[in-house]
């Protein structure tokens, strides 16, 4: 089975006031001009996108008992022993080198409590809440603001294929990102629910070293010169995902990721690097 036509490869690296356009107040008998209420609607996608599609797997996760991604009702903690395969399809890029424990908070009544066990130091784990910031948007239905979100973030991407923008910079809290809602879209369009960078990085591939997409029917190398590999205090990881989904590879070999737990099986090179070769089986 040849992997999808448009490839993503994330490496994972895990280290140890919105505010609308200013707009004159308008009598109620006068009609706001078309390129107003345009720039109103982009603004109004831009800011709600990671709101909605937060809510979206939320739902799906924690509220949908059909869904085959449902996890566990509101306020209850579910452990769940094995990683992301490509039947998980709620989440746009995934993590598929750790077990997760999941758990939607419903904070309407009461408070909840999280009591974490003593756990040994040399075993990695991560507990970082993930808001749903509170909005309730009305944007008038202006296929032409939808499009100029998307053009927006089609900026972004570029960007972030030239290395300019890194998740660094797309993941954190409400003071790190400034209200920089266009970010916090590409976030949620990319990869929902990263890390922070004091946690992990994910520099991601897109295109290849002359700057094209890649595709499942080219092989690609990615070298590690020796004693250059990822200098990272827990993990490093290679996942490939297909596009535009961002969801994992289903091949028949059953792999979709390199990983540094997997150093002793690979053969290196003559002078001692690592080349890892990237194709369709």
């Known amino acids: ?4 036509p448009v490839l993503l490869l994330l490496a994972t690296i895990l280290i140890n ?23 109103i609607a982009k603004e109004a996608y831009v800011y709600g996108f990671q709101v909605v599609d937060n809510l979206r797997i939320q739902h799906s996760y ?26 998980d399809k709620a ?11 999941f758990i939607g908070f419903d904070l309407r009544t009461e408070p909840i409590v999280i009591t974490i066990p003593k756990i040994e130091q040399s ?18 239905s202006v296929g032409g603001g939808i499009a100029d979100a998307w053009a927006d973030f089609d900026g972004i991407k570029r960007r972030i294929d030239k290395g300019e923008v890194t998740s660094g910079d797309l ?45 499942g029917a080219n ?21 490939m995902y297909d596009q535009p989904a961002s969801l994992l590879v289903s091949s028949p070999i059953e792999r979709d990721l390199l990983n540094s737990k997997m150093l002793e099986q690979f053969h290196y090179d003559a002078d001692g690097g690592l080349t890892l070769l ?4």
């Open 171 to 215: 993941f954190g809290t409400r003071e790190y990102l400034k209200n920089n809602s266009l970010y916090r879209m590409a976030a949620a369009v990319l990869g929902i629910y990263g890390n922070s960078k004091a946690e992990a990085m994910y520099p991601a591939y897109f295109v290849d070293s002359e700057g094209n997409k890649l595709i």
């Open 219 to 239: 092989r690609y190398e990615l070298r590690f010169p020796p004693g250059q590999l990822p200098p990272v205090g827990a993990s490093w990881s290679l996942t």
């Open 91 to 101: 989440v746009q890029s995934p993590n598929s080198d750790s077990p997760y424990s």
């Open 123 to 140: 075993r990695y784990w991560s507990l970082q809440p993930t808001e749903l910031r509170p909005a309730v948007l009305q944007r008038p």
């Open 1 to 4: 089975m040849p992997l999808p």
């Open 278 to 281: 990237l194709r369709s089986p």
């Open 62 to 87: 924690f509220a949908d008992r059909q869904s085959p991604d449902f996890k566990a009702a509101y306020n209850q903690l579910l452990n769940i022993p094995r990683v992301y395969t490509p039947d």
């Open 17 to 39: 006031g919105f505010a609308f356009s200013a707009v004159k107040a308008q009598p109620q008998n006068e009609v706001l001009a078309p390129e107003v209420v345009r720039g």
